[in-house]
């Protein structure tokens, strides 16, 4: 039986990005051996998406080699307000029609969303 997921984040700056998860974030973690942390996430959901122009990039063979990460919150502003006084950078602020969404800058550069849906959550589901 499945009884969880493992996500892993590329980073060319993993060391940095992990401070960021553990300091800023304030994510808990175990070591796995020589500082290579394991995260612990909030609960989780997955939507499989069609492949089309926003998609990540594809193999030759046109599939998926690649995933997004949003991060989710109750409330964007307020939680932008808390990261913003921590240093974190964020883009512009868009509304969509499933929430409301921002990236944040990690520190090796690369980006993370962040957002507030607007969706029905699958979060409870167990």
Known sequence: MINGAHFLLYSSDPDADRA???DVLGFGSVDAGRGWLIFALPPAEMAVHPID???PSQNAAGQVV???LYLMC???GSTMRSLESK???FSEV????WGIVTTCRLPSGGEIGLYQPTHPTALEIR
């Open 87 to 89: 240093n974190v950078l």
């Open 66 to 68: 690649g995933a997004s």
């Open 94 to 97: 868009n509304e969509e029609r």
């Open 74 to 76: 109750d409330d964007l």
């Open 53 to 55: 122009d926003g998609a």
């Open 20 to 22: 960021f998860l553990r």
